[in-house]
């Protein structure tokens, strides 16, 4: 990653206490720079795009949903982080279902906050287990084109585990593990798209090729 | 017209229409008479009479386009000419030439009806009695105080008094329809009101969540931030907290802690209610702490030395206020006019309130005792029922006047062919012993038994009496008699079996009289009466009891919202009791964090074990309880960290979350960096797991809490 340019970090937060706090975690970061603070997303949105990830509060108090928020922040062409003090799985699932790296503890440590923000600079999927439990526990997820493996990797993420231990539990490949994950959230976002059925689910399932059969990726 | 009378209004088309109606089967049988009289009567009193007719007939037929001020005015114009005409009559007989008097003068049926849309039914009475008067007295005076005019008269009576009762059933469905509607929409704009309170009550409380879980987050960190702005910060978090608390406490504080505020301020005993008291209207609430303050001041002046008491008593959402003393009393007879408080401050305030009231017990030498009382409005209830009284009283009321009359009917006959008593006194038997044997019906419906025995009374008496009695009038007065008997067989709801046995008894004295060779005209009205009252009862039940059916599906609607805002409101109180506990637990903290001083690693363990715990309150579920809330408590203050979830349905027995929270126990004693504790999504092979270090385990049974390794055993 050192190699690679610099991803600029801003961050949607009503407590700009917060801001400084990434702040000042970041100018110890490599390859990662702190752009800019925001109270909301369309202050944020409102000039031009001055980051590539933005780290965005799941509550915010000006009655915006994470789901207008993402969108709104994806649009802008940044990928989003989600921050999340507690852990309502009903926000955490209304996130989740939107455009979104990863979803991540306020109170993570410091070191897990770091990497995670690293990760979803890159595009690249953040699982955690706040993620992994409220998807886990979604009824709706009955119904989802999940093969019985990925259930099982979502089921010991969402226990507490991270990839390599779950790797290590079902004797696979911690990149496999990481691959069933991000199906795992692909799909998931599927459900998140408005107006779904389970018939229509299925069909953007085939579209899409994240029906159970021969591994895409 | 408002939306809010269309009950009222329907139910006043119904009977104004009834109105016209019969006042074209007036005008039809009165056509058929004309042979009849030997009247003449001066053009200007015939012109009279018609546009009466035609006024009510107008008034029922445009009924729908009229506006209900409109309609009633048109109703109450139809009624005063039908009296001026029945007034004008000595007038007119007077100019004329009268061999009797006209019997339309007596049919007030069409003008009964219409009274009761012009002004209810104390003017639906009037015009019966008016009826009833100006037919005796214009008999005595211009003749025809004979056997059929007095017969006639008896039933003509009858009717307008049958019309009377249920129009004024049909008025008063009609207006308990209005009611139940009112108090549907009542109750749905207060479940609404409480969704609503609920739905801002939760995001507050859950911003202010968010806001102390930051600042305990960003105190507990090792990330470096300015210590005087998280002090800054966690005075915001305070400050967020304690308004949620205190405006918790003002829009809600129950009336009986204001009260029991009001009780200690003067010194008095405090006696809560069993039972909470409901929510109340705040001018009830401003009243009833408004005369409970005054009752105490009272005492406190008038029983100085006295013990003094206020006690609550609550129950299906009425609130009773007992304030008390054991002092010198008086005798309330005695209050003198200008004694200001118990006359305006209690009891004028408490009278100000619908369905406030207050009274004073009090004798010399035995105390005090005012007593606040307020009913809640279950207006559904109350219309449902007051609908049926004013059927039974108005039916009990015809029921006698219609015993009295037969018994009239049968002495006339009696006296005019004194040969015929023994038929007159069976027949008055058989119409007694039917009457009776269809009041004494135990249900509303009658029994298949009692319905033939007055079906049968009807229709054989109707038989019997054509082929026994001559074809006039008052000969036939059982026939007319009996099918009274069959509106009430319609009345208890057996509807068809009295649209045809009237059928029947229609077509038995129409055969009679065609054999008899009776004029048409004659048959006519002997026929009229019977199939008018058994039609025109059916078809009014009939409404009335589609209105029943709609006000007993609003009065269902009404109390599902009701449950829904008292689920509501139970979801608010329960949102209450976590803020509460929240501000309790965090306040401290926060206000220590808020003085500025530098935090040390000991601060930042305690910081984040209150966090966590915070946190366990939003995701924790069931597992939220000791004694695992302690072990992580102690663990996070070891700088564990802990994540705890309940994914579960709530299904999970008690005995069985509480085998889970003990085995979490152990595993969490152990933890060096992290744990979750995890209660499993329904319908996986275990109901827990918890991950600590890294390794993950997985709860087995309630049976010793062993534990098992994911690879197996």
């Not at chain 2, 003509?156 to 108090?183: E, F, K, P, R």
């Not at chain 2, 002092?327 to 005695?334: I, K, L, R, T, V």
């Not at chain 2, 006047?401 to 049968?410: D, S």
Request: aromatic residues 4%.
């Amino acid at each position: 990653m050192g190699a690679m340019a610099e991803r600029r970090v801003a961050i949607v937060d009503d407590h700009e206490l917060v801001a400084l706090a990434v702040r000042n975690l970041l100018t110890e970061a490599e390859g990662l720079t702190f752009a800019r603070h925001a109270d909301t997303v369309a202050a944020l949105v409102s000039r031009a795009r001055d980051a590539d990830l933005v780290l965005l509060d799941l509550s915010l108090r000006d009655g915006s949903t994470p789901a207008e928020n993402v969108a709104a922040l994806r649009r802008w062409g940044v990928h989003v982080l989600v921050l999340t003090s507690g852990e309502d799985p009903f926000l955490v699932r209304a996130a989740s279902r939107a455009d979104v790296a990863g979803i991540v503890r306020k109170s993570a440590p410091p070191t897990a906050l770091l990497d995670a923000i690293t990760t979803a600079a890159s595009g690249e999927h953040v699982a955690t287990t706040e993620w992994a439990s409220a998807v886990d526990a979604d009824p709706l997820l009955h119904g989802a084109p999940l093969t019985e493996r990925e259930r099982e990797v979502l089921g010991l993420y969402a226990s507490g585990l991270g990839a390599r231990e779950v790797a290590g539990q079902l004797f696979i490949s911690e990149n496999t593990v990481n691959d069933h994950l991000r199906r795992i959230r692909a799909v998931y976002q599927l459900i998140g798209r408005p107006a779904t059925s389970k018939v229509e689910l299925y069909q953007r399932g085939i579209e899409d090729g994240f029906v159970p059969g021969p591994r895409r990726v | 017209m408002s939306d809010e009378k269309r009950g009222l209004r329907a139910a006043r088309l119904v009977v104004i229409r009834a109105s016209a109606f019969l006042v074209v089967v007036v005008a039809v049988v009165n056509a058929g008479f004309v042979s009849q009289g030997d009247n003449v009567l001066p053009p200007w009193y015939g012109v009279l009479g018609v546009t009466a007719g035609a006024v009510t007939l107008a008034v029922g037929l445009f009924s729908s386009l009229l506006v209900t001020r409109a309609l009633r005015a048109g109703a109450a114009v139809a009624v005063a000419m039908y009296v001026v005409f029945v007034a004008l009559f000595p007038l007119a007989a007077h100019a004329g030439h009268v061999e009797r008097m006209p019997w339309p003068l007596t049919a007030s049926s069409a003008t009964v009806a219409a009274a009761l849309v012009a002004g209810g039914v104390r003017w639906g009475w009037a015009t019966v009695l008016y009826g009833a008067a100006a037919g005796v007295s214009y008999r005595l005076v211009f003749g025809g105080f004979d056997v059929d005019g007095v017969i006639n008269d008896a039933h003509a009576v009858l009717t307008a008094s049958v019309i009377c009762v249920l129009g004024g059933y049909v008025l008063s469905a009609g207006a308990g329809l209005d009611d139940a509607a009112a108090a549907r929409r009542e109750a749905g704009s207060r479940e609404y009101a409480e969704k609503g309170r609920l739905a801002a009550r939760t995001r507050t409380a859950a911003l202010v969540h968010d806001e102390a879980l930051a600042t305990l987050a960003l105190a507990a960190s090792p990330l470096s931030v300015p210590t005087d702005r998280l002090a800054a910060q966690a005075r915001r978090a305070v400050d967020m907290l304690t308004r949620l608390v205190d405006d918790d406490a003002g829009t809600a504080a129950p009336l009986e802690a204001a009260l029991g505020a009001e009780a200690r301020a003067v010194g008095a005993e405090y006696v809560g209610p069993a039972e909470q008291a409901p929510p109340l209207p705040p001018e009830t609430r401003e009243a009833i702490l408004g005369a409970a303050r005054q009752a105490l001041d009272n005492a406190r002046r008038h029983a100085p030395g006295a013990r003094r008491s206020l006690s609550v008593r609550a129950s299906g959402g009425a609130v009773e206020v007992e304030i008390a003393d054991d002092g010198p009393g008086f005798d309330p007879s005695h209050i003198a006019h200008d004694r200001l408080g118990v006359r305006q401050s209690i009891a004028g305030r408490m009278a100000r309130i619908p369905r406030g009231a207050a009274r004073v017990e009090s004798a010399p030498g035995e105390g005090t005792r005012v007593v606040l009382s307020y009913v809640p409005e279950d207006a559904v209830e109350v219309a449902a029922l007051g609908d049926r009284r004013s059927l039974q009283r108005g039916t009990a009321l015809v029921g006698v006047g219609f015993v009295a009359l037969q018994v009239v009917c049968a002495i006339v006959m009696v006296v005019n062919a004194p040969s015929s008593w023994p038929r007159q006194l069976a027949i008055l038997l058989v119409v007694i012993v039917a009457a009776e044997v269809l009041r004494r019906s135990p249900g509303l419906v009658p029994t298949r038994g009692r319905t033939i025995i007055v079906v049968a009374a009807a229709v054989l008496g109707a038989v019997i009496t054509m082929v026994a009695a001559p074809t006039t009038y008052g000969d036939l007065w059982p026939v007319v008699a009996l099918a009274f008997l069959l509106v009430g067989v319609a009345v208890r709801g057996r509807f068809g079996v009295a649209l045809v046995a009237a059928a029947v008894v229609v077509a038995v004295v129409v055969v009679g009289g065609v054999i008899d060779r009776v004029p048409v005209g004659q048959i006519l009205t002997l026929t009229t009466r019977p199939a008018l009252i058994v039609v025109m009862a059916t078809v009014m039940l009939l409404i009335v009891r589609r209105m029943q059916r709609r006000i007993a599906a609003l009065h269902h609607q009404a109390v599902t919202a009701a449950e829904q805002e008292s689920w509501s409101r139970g979801a608010r109180a329960e949102l209450r009791e976590r803020t509460d506990d929240l501000a309790r637990t965090v306040v401290p903290l926060l206000s220590r964090i808020s003085e500025g001083h530098p935090v040390s690693d000991a601060d930042r363990r305690e910081y984040a074990a209150l966090e966590g715990g915070v946190r366990d309150g939003l995701r924790a579920g069931s597992l939220s309880r000791e004694p695992l809330r302690g072990a992580v408590a102690v663990a996070r203050g070891r700088g564990v960290d802990v994540v705890l979830l309940d994914d579960s349905d709530q299904s999970l027995p008690e005995a069985e979350v509480r085998a889970v929270a003990a085995w979490m126990v152990d595993a969490v004693a152990h933890a060096q960096r992290s744990v979750v504790g995890r209660l499993l999504p329904p319908g996986r092979q275990r109901v827990a797991s918890i991950t600590v270090d890294g390794r993950p385990l997985l709860f087995s049974g309630a049976g010793q809490g062993s534990v098992t390794s994911f690879q197996g055993e």
